[in-house]
């Protein structure tokens, strides 16, 4: 369990996967799968989170982004996912995120 709570902790600090492989002990792979896992919890948590917004007088703010990375630095087309997310002006607790696989289609979220 401490090596858990240390690598959160360093997760959280941005700490270089090479700098974890040293000091815990552990393999490259590790580091990368740990941090993935961390990166689905909190997606997951924040998803989980979201709540529908709006209604008479309220204004919503919708936004999307592409998450990904290109391939070699090159100029190619960007393999990843597209997120929509919005809040409700006025409030800093309502907001909502989603990941779509078809941003062309009709239900969004």
């Known amino acids: 369990m401490p090596e858990v709570l240390i690598f959160t902790y360093l997760w959280v600090k941005k ?3 090479g700098w974890i492989v040293d000091e815990l002990n ?20 924040i ?8 209604g008479v007088g309220q204004v ?7 998450f990904g990375k290109k391939k070699y630095r090159k100029g190619k087309r960007v ?5 929509f997310g919005g809040i409700e ?9 989603c990941v779509v696989e078809d941003r062309n289609h009709q239900k969004i979220c």
Request: a positive charge.
């Open 60 to 66: 919503l703010e919708i936004d999307e982004s592409k």
């Open 47 to 54: 998803i989980r989170g979201s709540k529908k917004l709006g």
């Open 89 to 97: 002006r006025g409030s800093k607790e309502s907001f909502f995120f």
């Open 15 to 17: 700490t270089s996967n």
């Open 26 to 45: 552990v393999s490259e792979p590790t580091v990368v799968d740990w941090k993935s896992f961390r990166r689905e919890v909190c997606v997951d948590m």
């Open 79 to 83: 393999e990843g996912k597209w997120v």
